[in-house]
């Protein structure tokens, strides 16, 4: 009876410490969901806090240059650099096709091509015809004499293929035609066409547009290409005389952005962006794009939704205003014919009414006199290089817009806006569909990643004749001994070296090849 009674005690005490302990393990769960619907709320207000929080762009900062970070440009050979031979393996036709800044480009890649292959380079023919129907060539645009002088250390240059004499008869040296690959690497030139160029005494490459690989592993090898661009490639005097009477005259009334409205036929056509316009100028654009680019699907929903469109003048406007440029910016026009004309136009002279282009500044009348296409371009050129602020619109497949990035970059780091057009492209569409809370908070939080021209590393697919540092930049107090400046004395240093060989009629003078531009 007494071993019954301990049992039923032990069975009771059992039955306490397990409903006991029941009761904790409930008190437990029930602290631990506390525990994390508090820890949730409490990121979910921080995260609200943080999306709250205002973004601010400081207008009065962007008219100065960009931060350097000490970096400044310099295009001069930092190693072993020796002048081209009196014996030259050839000579180098090149014939440089699309609009003037692709042939830019081009003219840079030849005459690396030529110091890779040491040849002798002709003069390099432009293709003006087919996009400008102008026939200025390289002498109606560029000053020949300037581009000679300045690349005399790098590569040899003739103004045409030399004539031979034989049986009593004179004739010009026929150079092989060849078709190099697209963006070829560097041992296509010191193989196929150095072979041929060898056996033939000339070769003539055409067409020649992205024909030598942008990234190359010799950094002397992409200063060459600085050194052509920046400093050799020269308008003439005309022209640069022209382009600095235009921002002469902007300046005079106070600070200006240029932008480059990349709003045109051609470029809405490539990017397959047609459902704003009319069912007339649709089936033009359509009409335009099958004469000129390669059949492809385009959807315009979806290649705007990532940010295949150029932007319309309308929301470049909402862009700059969201950032706090307001009504009485100053902005320069870069741009050819308007697609869609004025009704594209005039939501975008609402927010900006002081607006300018190159006919309305050129009180000379030489632009309207002048129906030379590539003069107007150059001199658009010239006066966004030279604007306070420049903002491309359109910078993918545009060489205009690339080419003045990485101009401006190596100018000195002069402000640039250069919009994510991807990151605003919901932001617009939520506008357009009534959802505009916030748009414009919204937009200075895409803008405000941005670099504003300042140095920044190169990532694919971003062009080196955008962004040549660091190649093309050096540091006064370099960590790296590969980002130091070189000797100030470096010129002298070449010319003497060219000398050596036995020339010594070119003038010592020429271009620094070290920019010492305004920077802080």
């Given at each position: 009876?007494?071993?019954?009674?301990?049992?039923?005690?032990?069975?009771?005490?059992?039955?306490?410490?397990?409903?006991?302990?029941?009761?904790?393990?409930?008190?437990?769960?029930?602290?631990?969901?506390?525990?994390?619907?508090?820890?949730?709320?409490?990121?979910?207000?921080?995260?609200?806090?943080?999306?709250?929080?205002?973004?601010?762009?400081?207008?009065?900062?962007?008219?100065?240059?960009?931060?350097?970070?000490?970096?400044?440009?310099?295009?001069?050979?930092?190693?072993?650099?020796?002048?081209?031979?009196?014996?030259?393996?050839?000579?180098?036709?090149?014939?440089?096709?699309?609009?003037?800044?692709?042939?830019?480009?081009?003219?840079?890649?030849?005459?690396?091509?030529?110091?890779?292959?040491?040849?002798?380079?002709?003069?390099?023919?432009?293709?003006?015809?087919?996009?400008?129907?102008?026939?200025?060539?390289?002498?109606?645009?560029?000053?020949?004499?300037?581009?000679?002088?300045?690349?005399?250390?790098?590569?040899?240059?003739?103004?045409?293929?030399?004539?031979?004499?034989?049986?009593?008869?004179?004739?010009?040296?026929?150079a092989i035609q060849m078709n190099p690959p697209r963006d070829a690497p560097i041992s296509w030139y010191t193989t196929v066409a150095l072979e041929k160029m060898k056996e033939n005494g000339a070769i003539y490459l055409t067409p020649f547009s992205h024909r030598l690989a942008e990234e190359v592993d010799n950094p002397e090898y992409q200063r060459l290409r600085c050194r052509v661009n920046y400093?050799?490639?020269?308008?003439?005097?005309?022209?640069?005389?022209?382009?600095?009477?235009?921002?002469?005259?902007?300046?005079?009334?106070?600070?200006?952005?240029?932008?480059?409205?990349?709003?045109?036929?051609?470029?809405?056509?490539?990017?397959?962006?047609?459902?704003?316009?009319?069912?007339?100028?649709?089936?033009?654009?359509?009409?335009?794009?099958?004469?000129?680019?390669?059949?492809?699907?385009?959807?315009?929903?979806?290649?705007?939704?990532?940010?295949?469109?150029?932007?319309?003048?309308?929301?470049?406007?909402?862009?700059?205003?969201?950032?706090?440029?307001?009504?009485?910016?100053?902005?320069?026009?870069?741009?050819?014919?308007?697609?869609?004309?004025?009704?594209?136009?005039?939501?975008?002279?609402?927010?900006?009414?002081?607006?300018?282009?190159?006919?309305?500044?050129?009180?000379?009348?030489?632009?309207?006199?002048?129906?030379?296409?590539?003069?107007?371009?150059?001199?658009?050129?010239?006066?966004?290089?030279?604007?306070?602020?420049?903002?491309?619109?359109?910078?993918?497949?545009?060489?205009?817009?690339?080419?003045?990035?990485?101009?401006?970059?190596?100018?000195?780091?002069?402000?640039?806006?250069?919009?994510?057009?991807?990151?605003?492209?919901?932001?617009?569409?939520?506008?357009?569909?009534?959802?505009?809370?916030?748009?414009?908070?919204?937009?200075?939080?895409?803008?405000?990643?941005?670099?504003?021209?300042?140095?920044?590393?190169?990532?694919?697919?971003?062009?080196?004749?955008?962004?040549?540092?660091?190649?093309?930049?050096?540091?006064?107090?370099?960590?790296?001994?590969?980002?130091?400046?070189?000797?100030?004395?470096?010129?002298?240093?070449?010319?003497?070296?060219?000398?050596?060989?036995g020339v010594s009629d070119i003038s010592a003078t020429g271009s620094n090849l070290t920019v010492s531009g305004a920077q802080r």
């Open positions: 009876m007494r071993r019954e009674g301990e049992m039923g005690q032990r069975r009771r005490k059992l039955k306490q410490w397990s409903g006991g302990m029941k009761g904790m393990i409930g008190k437990l769960i029930i602290a631990a969901i506390v525990l994390v619907v508090c820890t949730f709320s409490l990121f979910s207000s921080r995260s609200t806090l943080r999306s709250t929080t205002r973004t601010e762009i400081n207008t009065e900062e962007l008219w100065q240059t960009a931060q350097s970070d000490g970096w400044r440009p310099s295009s001069a050979p930092r190693s072993d650099w020796p002048p081209p031979p009196s014996k030259t393996n050839g000579y180098l036709r090149v014939r440089c096709n699309g609009g003037l800044n692709q042939q830019r480009t081009a003219i840079c890649n030849a005459v690396l091509a030529a110091r890779i292959m040491n040849a002798t380079l002709v003069l390099p023919e432009l293709d003006a015809n087919s996009f400008w129907h102008d026939d200025s060539g390289f002498q109606g645009i560029y000053d020949v004499e300037h581009f000679m002088r300045t690349l005399r250390y790098d590569v040899r240059i003739v103004e045409s293929v030399p004539e031979i004499h034989k049986n009593g008869k004179t004739k010009k040296m026929k400093h050799a490639l020269r308008f003439k005097p005309h022209i640069m005389e022209l382009s600095h009477a235009i921002v002469n005259r902007l300046r005079a009334q106070g600070r200006f952005m240029a932008i480059h409205l990349r709003f045109e036929m051609d470029m809405l056509s490539f990017a397959g962006c047609f459902d704003i316009f009319s069912p007339k100028e649709q089936k033009e654009l359509k009409e335009y794009r099958a004469k000129n680019f390669a059949p492809k699907k385009l959807v315009y929903d979806e290649r705007r939704a990532i940010g295949k469109c150029p932007l319309t003048p309308e929301e470049v406007g909402l862009v700059l205003r969201a950032m706090g440029f307001d009504n009485s910016t100053r902005i320069y026009l870069a741009a050819g014919d308007l697609y869609g004309g004025e009704r594209f136009m005039k939501p975008f002279r609402s927010i900006f009414p002081h607006l300018e282009n190159h006919s309305t500044v050129d009180t000379s009348g030489q632009l309207k006199k002048n129906t030379n296409g590539m003069l107007g371009s150059a001199v658009d050129y010239m006066v966004c290089l030279l604007a306070d602020i420049f903002m491309p619109t359109y910078d993918g497949p545009s060489n205009f817009a690339n080419n003045l990035l990485g101009h401006r970059l190596y100018y000195g780091f002069r402000t640039i806006i250069r919009p994510d057009r991807k990151a605003l492209a919901p932001i617009f569409i939520d506008r357009e569909k009534g959802r505009s809370n916030g748009f414009e908070e919204a937009v200075r939080s895409v803008m405000t990643k941005t670099s504003f021209g300042g140095p920044h590393k190169r990532i694919s697919p971003e062009s080196f004749y955008t962004n040549s540092w660091p190649e093309c930049f050096c540091q006064m107090s370099a960590k790296n001994p590969a980002d130091k400046c070189p000797p100030e004395n470096t010129m002298e240093t070449l010319h003497s070296r060219l000398e050596s060989e």
